[in-house]
């Protein structure tokens, strides 16, 4: 199976995180994309751990019963692996190489800094474009995986009756809802940052109009929110789930946890977008998109904007898309969709 790639054809997108299971499946085009079927659905604690099935019996459950409650109407689906558990590297090689003399190049390139024995690894790899540096060269984007990372998704969704069609990399997935919506940070010489809040961990992605140019892990995430909530009233952490996600949040919701977790969340970015400003020759940002589940938090967004006086916004995976079904429901978690909603739309290319 090739690790990262395969012919286009309609998928479902299931992603797989820490506490729930998300789904997407998309019909239409790539730019005229129909949403079909979607879905949340919670997971216990320990099912997935450090971004690795921790629990394959209760997660396959879980996703049997979110595919039949979503209305899914496909078996093709597409998963996606962490991107803290894939080794990238960009190489330069000869525009006359034929694919199987890439390919066995790309083999031996590989030996020098994937630091697995070679038959433990999945390796993938796609031709970007044209070199800047040598006209006579195309960069190619290289990615490996431990297979036995990838062998945990391929069992997983054979034990659900499910034809796997495709794994990619969680991050791949959200650059992908990016591109489709070229109004995010169009028109600009400066590069935009896309930054994902996961549960435990964020993800730093700072793109030009063509490609990642900066990509930095930070171990960030929505649960410093949810331990904000927990000291502050004295509950467990079910009860503080609920009061992230209640219509009616305590009346000093606002100054107590969410300024504090702001501050938390511009302290983050900027500390790793001066990583990016030491390496590269920008100083400056277009503008910051965010993604993942806390985004769904009421002015997020806005009060980030104030505290970083930089333009930013939520990236909405739906805006551009037909929803059939209660849109209103869908756009109430549709942060938390973006990465299910990328790998549905792989399909569609």
Sequence with gaps: MKLFRSKSQAVIGVDIGTHSIKLVELAGTYSNPRVIAWGVAPLPVGA???????NSEVIADTLNG???????????????????????????????????????QISIEALHFIPYPIDEVNIDFEV?????????ENDVLLVACRRSIVDDYIDLVEDCELDLRY??????????????????????DQPVALFDIGSSSS??????????????????????????????????AEEAEEILHSSQPPGDFLTAVQEPFVEMLRQEISRALQFFYSSSAFSNIDSVVLSGAACSL???????????????SVLNPIANATVQMNRDAIAAVSPSLSVAFGLSLRGLI
Excluded: C, W
């Excluded at 997935?48 to 921790?54: C, G, H, P, Q, R």
């Excluded at 970007?128 to 006579?136: E, K, T, V």
């Excluded at 490609?211 to 927990?230: D, E, M, P, T, W």
């Design 167 to 188: 794994v990619d990399i969680d991050t791949y997935a959200l650059e992908r809802v990016y591109r489709s919506q070229n109004s995010l940070g169009a028109n600009s």
């Design 66 to 104: 979110l595919m039949v409650k979503s209305g899914a109407k496909g078996d093709h689906v597409a998963v996606s692996v962490s991107s803290s558990h894939a080794i990238t590297k960009v190489l330069g090689m000869p525009t006359d190489l034929s694919n199987l003399e890439m390919e066995e």
């Design 298 to 312: 009421n002015g997020l967004a806005g009060d980030l904007e104030v505290k970083m006086r930089t333009k930013v």
């Design 48 to 54: 997935f751990s450090e971004n690795t099935i921790a």
């Design 203 to 236: 993800h730093l992605m700072v793109m030009d109009d063509e490609r990642v140019l900066y990509s930095r892990h930070q171990s960030f995430g929505a649960s410093q929110l949810v331990k904000l909530i927990r000291k502050e009233y004295g509950v467990s």
């Design 128 to 136: 970007i474009g044209p070199s800047a540096i040598n006209d006579q």
